[in-house]
Nanobody, 120 residues
Framework: VQLQASGGGLVQAGGSLRLSCTDS????????MGWFRQAPGKEREFVGG???????SYADFVKGRFTISRDNAKNTVDLQLSSLKPEDTAVYYC???????????????WGQGTQVTVSS
């Protein structure tokens, strides 16, 4: 699985970004997909994910600000980030698994990460 995350960048607080995860060799709809993030000096944490069924779940800190969706025709899984805060600054990773969960050890396949920086 050759996952690639893209769409990161620099945005002001309150702004939005859309991250996208794709894979050149595998069909992402066959996997549970998770989005994680890691800030400097902190552990990697679960942001949210989408099951093969299409149902989603999110970490408590998301509080309705982020949305995960699949586009099976494009073979992508997107993470829409809205109402961004400086504390959302991190490298964001997409990951694929046969089992869904918030534990990063469930996920065997990882993209390279994309940097999101939110200025105050």
């Amino acid at each position: 699985v050759q996952l690639q995350a893209s769409g990161g960048g620099l945005v002001q607080a309150g702004g939005s970004l859309r991250l996208s995860c794709t894979d050149s060799g595998r069909t992402l709809s066959n996997y549970a997909m998770g989005w994680f993030r890691q800030a400097p000096g902190k552990e990697r944490e679960f942001v949210g994910g989408i099951r093969r069924s299409g149902s989603t779940s999110y970490a408590d800190f998301v509080k309705g600000r982020f949305t995960i969706s699949r586009d099976n025709a494009k073979n992508t899984v997107d993470l829409q980030l809205s109402s961004l805060k400086p504390e959302d600054t991190a490298v964001y990773y997409c990951a694929a698994s046969y089992l869904y969960g918030s534990n990063p050890t469930f996920y065997a396949y990882w993209g390279q990460g994309t940097q999101v920086t939110v200025s105050s």
